[in-house]
Nanobody, 113 residues
Framework: QVQLVESGGGLVQAGGSLRLSCAASGTIFRALTMAWYRQAPGKQRELVASITRAANTNYADSVKGRFTISRDDAKLTLYLQMNMLKPEDTAVYFC???????WGQGTQVTVSS
């Protein structure tokens, strides 16, 4: 497992932007496919975006063209740039790697209309 700590959440108006960060504790991070997930109240956790060790990316249809996932392996940090935010993007956002069971504690993103 790798320890993960998210930051960067907050309250923003619709149409605004936020950048989430996820700091990892170990160099195993560089070998992992990492992902951002989110969970809204009363809903299941859903995959938002993922990035492989080769920086190949994948996005949920709901965020394509608005969100960008990236990684800095030198800094052991995962990012999620979120633009053109919508109220339906409101959720707790988690970074993680499911196969290793590595998850952060989550950071709240609230988008007001």
């Amino acid at each position: 497992q790798v320890q993960l700590v998210e930051s960067g959440g907050g309250l923003v108006q619709a149409g605004g932007s936020l950048r989430l960060s996820c700091a990892a504790s170990g160099t195993i991070f560089r070998a992992l496919t990492m992902a951002w997930y989110r969970q809204a109240p009363g809903k299941q956790r859903e995959l938002v975006a993922s990035i492989t060790r080769a920086a190949n990316t994948n996005y949920a249809d709901s965020v394509k063209g608005r969100f960008t996932i990236s990684r800095d392996d030198a800094k052991l940090t995962l990012y999620l740039q979120m633009n053109m935010l919508k109220p339906e993007d409101t959720a707790v956002y988690f970074c993680g790697n499911a196969p290793t069971g590595s998850w952060g504690q989550g950071t709240q993103v609230t988008v007001s209309s």
